[in-house]
């Protein structure tokens, strides 16, 4: 099994903040990786495919980078409405999601 | 419009075998390419992948669970069914299905509602 491992569990920052998250596969899966967010009560919604990528109808602020075992999802500059629990999913063999990392106001 | 509805029981008792259906429009499951997979959240904590069902009915399953864990799909009412053995209080969580696209590389891009499933005697 593939194992994930996000970094930081959570994060406290200010609108307008500059937010960085990693994720680490416990073996490489080039770019296999997604990542999601879920707000409180609500499925959770996919941001970046192919660790890169960005789904359709997401802002420009997210993005996403990295390949092999080290990824990261960076939001340029943190909006009310990005403060919500980020997940990292490895899709290269039987899926597997990191632990999540939730970013509250500071 | 793609979406996908989870369904089944609220409740149920330990040592029962649970079945939830996901029933999902705008796609269809015989496409190339295309997957529909289960996900569950215990409150408060982080997603867990369950099984996963293909385009070619090829199967997928967690190690973990893989022994208590049925998917099957009914092409002509658009709707998977997932089957889980067992429960047990553990087994208490939100229950997600989602649809799979090699085109998103194999990312989960769209997902239903959840439903909630309490193990409780």
């Known amino acids: 099994d593939i194992q994930m491992t996000q970094s930081p569990s959570s994060v406290s920052a200010s609108v307008g903040d500059r937010v960085t998250i990693t994720c680490r596969a416990s073996?490489?899966?080039?770019?296999?990786l997604a990542w999601y967010q879920q707000k409180p009560g609500k499925a959770p919604k996919l941001l970046i495919y192919?660790?890169?990528s960005l789904q359709s109808g997401v802002p420009s602020r997210f993005s996403g980078s990295g390949s092999g075992t080290d990824f990261t999802l960076t939001i340029s500059s943190l909006q009310p409405e990005d403060f919500a629990t980020y997940y990292c999913q490895q899709a290269n063999s039987s899926p597997s999601f990191g632990g999540g990392t939730k970013v509250e106001i500071k | 419009q793609i979406t996908l509805k989870e369904s089944g029981p609220t409740l149920v008792k330990p040592t029962q075998t649970l079945t939830l259906t996901c029933t999902f429009s705008?796609?269809?499951?015989?496409?190339?390419?295309?997957?529909v997979g289960w996900i569950r959240q215990p409150p408060g904590e982080a997603l867990e992948w369950l099984a996963l069902i293909y385009w070619d009915d090829a199967k997928r399953y967690s190690p973990s669970l893989k022994s208590r864990l049925t998917i099957t799909r009914d092409t002509s009412k658009n709707q998977v069914v997932l089957t889980m053995t067992n429960m047990d209080p553990v087994d208490t969580a939100t229950y997600y299905c989602?649809?799979?696209?090699?085109?998103?590389?194999?990312?989960?891009?769209?997902w239903g509602q959840g439903t909630m499933v309490t193990v409780s005697s």
């Open positions: 192919g660790a890169s």
């Open positions: 073996q490489g899966i080039s770019n296999w």
């Open positions: 989602a649809r799979r696209y090699t085109n998103n590389w194999d990312a989960f891009d769209i």
């Open positions: 705008g796609f269809s499951l015989s496409s190339s390419g295309v997957g």
